[in-house]
C-alpha cells in the first residue's frame, strides 16, 4: 500500500537527484567553456567589446626647498561632464531647477535660467548629449566634494550621471618665488607636458616617472581605464633654496627696480662654504610697467661686467709681486694714453692737479688707474696675465645643473678681436664677458679661503620621503692664488666698503667686503647706447667669518646708474635680513664695534625673556607684565630694554603692527581672521582697522617690512 509519505520521499529523492545532475552538468559545461572553448569565447569578447590601449600618466614629482617646504607639485583638477540619460525622468524634471540654480550660484557665469536651458536640451531630442560639459572651468578636489552634493549629481555617478574627468595640473604654492629657476612645463611633441625651462626641464627624467600601461573599456555604457601595469611615480627633486631668503631677495630687488625704472635685474645669494645658493631672483618690466620673474639673467645673461672684475686684476699683480698694496702709483691728472684709444678716470674735477694714490686706495675708489698698471706691465707679455684669469677660473662655465648656462668669454693674444686695448680694457670690465653668476663664483671663492665650489641648486632626489641620489658640495679646481694675495685681496675689498665707492652700505654691526660696478652696455651691433648703464655690487659678508655671498645687477636705471646708488643698497638690504636670520641658525654673532642695543618686535613675553637671556642684555619692567602674555619693547637711552605690557582683543581686529609674522598670525587667526602676508620683517601695515568688529573668517592683508 502506497502512502503519501512514500509519496513524499520518492519526489522528494527525484528533486535531489535532478539539482545533483544539473550542477554536475553546469560544472562540466564551465571546465569545457574555460579549457576546449576558452581562446574561442575570449576571441569574441574582445571583437565585440571595444578596447583602446592606453598610458596611464605617474604622479610628477615635486619640487622641495631646502627645508621640504614644497616650490612646485601637480594637484588634480576635474573636469565636468554630464549624463542627463543616467537620471531618471521624473528626478530630472523636479530637480533640474534646483541644480540649475546651484550651478549659476556655483560658477556666477550663466544665469538659473539657461543653465536650465542647457541641461534640458542635453537631454531633448533624438541625439541626446551624454556626455555634456558641464563648466569650462576646471574644479579642484575641494570644489569637486562640494558640487556632488548638488541635486542630481548627488545620487552617484549611476543615478546622477555626473562625471568627473582627471587632470594634473602643476602649480607653484609660493607663486612668484624663484618662478623662472623652479621652471615650469609645455606641451611636449608626444602630446603631454614636459620640463623646458629650469629645474623641471634639467630634472625632468626624474620628476616625469614612468607610464603605466591600460585598456579603455566600454563598460555599462562608460570609458573605462583598467590599468595592466601600473604606473611609476615621479622622483621629488630638493633644492638648497630657502624660501625666506628667497622672498628677502626677491622684494629687495623689486623695489629698487621699480625705484630705478630699471629694464631689468638680478640677484643671487650664495653659501660661501657649500656653494649652495640659496636664493634666486630674475625680474624684468613688462609691458604694464610692473616686474616680473623673466628670464634666468643670472645664468645666461653673459656681459661686460665692468669693474667688479677689477679684483680679478688685482688679484694677477699681487701674484705675481708687481706691486703690493701699500705701493704709491702717480696717475698724474688720470689721463691713460693706448695705442689706438686715451681712457680718463670717471670724475675729471678731481684730477686736477697730478695724483699719487696707494693700491689699496686705487681699489677703494674704484679708479681705472689699474689699467695704466696692467698695461704699463704685462704688455709684452699678454699671455701671462690672461693665464693668471685662466687659473682663477674665469674662462669656465659654472657647471650649475640648470640648462642654458653661457660661455664665458675671456680673449686671448693671438685672437682675430685682440687689439692694441684689449689687455687693459679686460682689466677693468671691457672685451670680456660673464654671466653674474659666474663672477658671483669667483668672489664666493676669494670668501671661501681661495677654493672655489660650484654652485649647487639640488642636494638630492628623494622617492616617498626616501634619498634616491645626493649631490655633495664640489670643490672645482686648485685655489685661485696664494694665502698672502688672497689675504691682501680681501682687505682691499672690505677697504671698498669702509673707505671707497661702497661706504654708503658700510654698517658696524658685522663686516661687509665687495666691490661696485658700473658699466656701459653695448647693443646687438657692439656699439654702446647712448644712456644704458649696468649696475652691480658683488661681495660677501660677514667679513671676517664669510657665511654667504652675493650678486646684484641691475641693468637700465633710469633714475641714477651708479652702482654705489643703485646695487649697493639691495645689497645691503639683504645683507642685513639675511644675517639677522642666520644669528638663529650660525649662534651668536661677534660684535666688533658700537655696542648698541638691538631694535626689537612686539610679541610673546617667553619669547624676550629667552632672547635677552641669551644676549646678555639688561631689561625692566617685568613688574608690570604679570597677567598679560604680551609685551612691547623699547630701549631705555642704549643702557636697558624696557618691558611694558600689551594688551590684545581677540573679539575684534586686533593691533599687530610691530609684530613678526609667527606673533601676528597667531593673533589674526586666534581672532577668526583669514590672513594674507607679503614682505618680510616686522608688521608695518595692517588692512583692516584696529579696534574695528568684523565678522568671523573677514580677510585682512598685513605688509612686512
Given amino acids: 500500500m502506497v502512502t503519501v509519505k512514500g509519496i513524499i520521499k520518492r519526489r522528494t529523492f527525484i528533486v535531489y537527484v535532478g539539482v545533483i545532475l544539473m550542477g554536475i552538468t553546469i560544472l562540466v559545461q564551465a571546465f569545457r567553456v574555460m579549457t576546449v572553448q576558452g581562446e574561442e569565447w575570449r576571441t569574441l569578447a574582445k571583437a565585440n567589446v571595444p578596447v583602446q590601449p592606453v598610458d596611464i600618466a605617474p604622479n610628477r614629482g615635486d619640487i622641495c626647498a631646502a627645508d621640504g617646504r614644497v616650490l612646485a607639485t601637480s594637484v588634480p583638477f576635474y573636469e565636468l561632464r554630464f549624463d542627463p540619460i543616467a537620471v531618471d525622468k521624473r ?69 546622477g550621471g555626473l562625471q568627473a574627468v582627471v ?65 611609476v611615480d615621479g622622483h621629488d627633486v630638493v633644492t638648497t633654496i630657502d624660501v625666506d631668503y628667497q622672498d628677502i631677495v626677491q622684494h629687495a630687488l623689486k623695489a629698487q627696480l621699480e625705484k630705478s625704472m630699471a629694464s631689468h635685474g638680478t640677484a643671487v645669494l650664495m653659501e660661501v662654504r657649500t656653494g649652495d645658493i640659496k636664493a634666486i631672483a630674475n625680474m624684468r618690466r613688462g609691458k604694464d610697467g610692473e616686474y616680473y620673474e623673466g628670464e634666468n639673467f643670472a645664468i645666461n645673461g653673459a656681459g661686460e661686467p665692468g669693474s667688479v672684475i677689477k679684483a680679478a686684476s688685482y688679484m694677477a699683480l699681487l701674484e705675481d709681486g708687481i706691486v703690493t698694496p701699500d705701493d704709491t702709483i702717480n696717475l698724474g691728472r688720470g689721463e691713460y694714453r693706448f695705442p689706438e684709444r686715451t681712457l680718463k678716470e670717471a670724475h675729471p674735477e678731481d684730477w686736477e692737479k697730478p ?64 687689439s692694441g686695448i684689449t689687455l687693459p680694457w679686460m682689466s677693468f670690465g671691457y672685451e670680456l664677458k660673464l654671466t653674474p653668476l659666474q663672477v658671483l663664483a669667483f668672489y664666493n671663492a676669494i670668501a671661501n679661503g681661495g677654493q672655489r665650489m660650484r654652485p649647487r641648486l639640488v642636494k638630492e632626489i628623494r622617492n616617498h620621503g626616501s634619498v634616491v641620489r645626493t649631490f655633495e658640495p ?27 665707492t661702497g661706504k654708503n652700505i658700510y654698517t658696524g654691526k658685522y663686516r661687509i667686503a665687495g666691490k661696485t660696478g658700473t658699466a656701459r652696455i653695448a647693443g646687438a651691433n657692439g656699439k654702446y647706447i647712448d644712456g644704458s648703464y649696468r649696475a652691480s655690487f658683488v661681495g660677501y659678508f660677514p667679513a ?42 650660525y ?30 642684555l639688561k631689561s625692566e619692567g617685568w613688574q608690570d607684565t604679570e597677567g598679560t602674555d604680551w609685551v612691547i619693547t623699547a630701549s631705555n637711552e642704549g643702557e636697558k630694554m624696557v618691558v611694558k605690557p600689551r594688551k590684545i582683543n581677540f573679539s575684534s581686529v586686533p593691533n599687530v603692527k610691530g609684530m613678526g609674522l609667527r606673533d601676528a598670525l ?11 602676508v607679503s614682505g618680510a620683517g616686522m608688521v608695518q601695515k595692517q588692512s583692516l582697522r584696529a579696534g574695528d568688529e568684523v565678522p568671523a573668517g573677514t580677510y585682512i592683508q598685513i605688509e612686512l617690512r
Fill in 91 to 159: 528626478v530630472f524634471q523636479e530637480e533640474v531647477d534646483s541644480l540649475a540654480y546651484c550651478l549659476a550660484a556655483f560658477f556666477k557665469d550663466r544665469t538659473r535660467a539657461q543653465y536650465r536651458d542647457y541641461l534640458v536640451r542635453a537631454r531633448s531630442g533624438k541625439h541626446p548629449n551624454r556626455y555634456l560639459l558641464v563648466n569650462k572651468r576646471q574644479v579642484n578636489h575641494t570644489e569637486l566634494k562640494e558640487i556632488r552634493q548638488f541635486p542630481i549629481f548627488r545620487l552617484g555617478r549611476n543615478r
Fill in 167 to 231: 587632470s594634473d595640473r602643476r602649480l607653484q604654492p609660493h607663486v612668484n618665488l624663484a618662478v623662472r629657476t623652479i621652471g615650469y612645463l609645455n606641451e611636449s611633441e608626444t602630446g603631454g607636458r614636459e620640463g623646458r625651462v629650469g629645474l623641471e626641464a634639467a630634472f625632468e627624467n626624474e620628476l616625469r616617472g614612468e607610464n603605466g600601461v591600460g585598456v579603455k573599456r566600454m563598460m555599462s555604457g562608460t570609458w573605462m581605464v583598467v590599468p595592466e601595469q601600473e604606473p
Fill in 355 to 418: 695724483r699719487e694714490v696707494t693700491v689699496r686706495e686705487m681699489m677703494e675708489k674704484s679708479l681705472n688707474g689699474i689699467t695704466k698698471l696692467v698695461f704699463d706691465n704685462y704688455k709684452d707679455r699678454p699671455e701671462k696675465f690672461v693665464n693668471r684669469w685662466h687659473a682663477m677660473g674665469l674662462d669656465n662655465k659654472t657647471g650649475i645643473c640648470l640648462p642654458g648656462e653661457a660661455e664665458p668669454l675671456i680673449k686671448v693674444p693671438g685672437d682675430k678681436s685682440w
Fill in 666 to 676: 597667531y593673533v589674526l587667526e586666534n581672532s577668526g581672521l583669514k590672513v594674507g
Fill in 587 to 616: 649662534g651668536k654673532p661677534e660684535y666688533t664695534e658700537h655696542d648698541e642695543l638691538p631694535v626689537c618686535k612686539e610679541g610673546l613675553k617667553g619669547d624676550f625673556r629667552t632672547i635677552f637671556g641669551c644676549l646678555d
Fill in 544 to 585: 671676517d667669518v664669510p657665511l654667504f655671498s652675493c650678486i646684484v645687477v641691475i641693468d637700465n636705471p633710469r633714475n641714477g646708474y651708479y652702482a654705489t646708488t643703485v646695487a649697493a643698497p639691495v645689497f645691503r638690504e639683504i645683507a642685513d635680513k639675511v644675517y639677522s636670520m642666520a644669528y638663529v641658525q
Fill in 474 to 500: 664640489e670643490e672645482v679646481g686648485g685655489r685661485i692664488c696664494s694665502r698672502k694675495t688672497l689675504q691682501d685681496i680681501q682687505d682691499m675689498l672690505e677697504c671698498v666698503v669702509k673707505n671707497g
